[in-house]
């Protein structure tokens, strides 16, 4: 990979947060190609494509690709074994 520039995964919660209700930089992932546990802000994130690519600090391999357009959104996750969420104890009007 050549030496670019990224930001690191804080960035994707904006876009991540319009499609999901949650705040995903506390979510965990792990790495699909060398097992790297660790949290969404820790992926480095690539713009300078159509869409974002994240990708893992440890190897670089892709993670996640995020591609709008002003009526969908493609979220490739591939490159992750899971996403896990953490979700509120407590949400108001749930029983």
Not at 21 to 28: E, I, N, R
Not at 58 to 87: I, K, N, Y
């Amino acid at each position: 990979m050549t030496d670019m520039s990224y930001l690191d995964g804080n960035m994707l919660d904006g876009p991540l947060r319009e499609l999901f209700a949650v705040d995903l930089s506390a979510a965990t992932s792990r790495c699909q190609s060398c097992g790297t546990v660790g949290p969404m802000a820790g992926l480095h994130v690539f713009s300078h494509a159509p869409g974002l690519v994240a990708r893992c600090p440890v190897c670089s391999e892709v993670t996640l690709r995020l591609v709008r357009a002003p009526d969908r959104a493609w979220l490739d996750l591939r490159g992750a074994t899971f996403l896990q969420v953490p979700m509120p104890l407590e949400q108001p009007g749930r029983l």
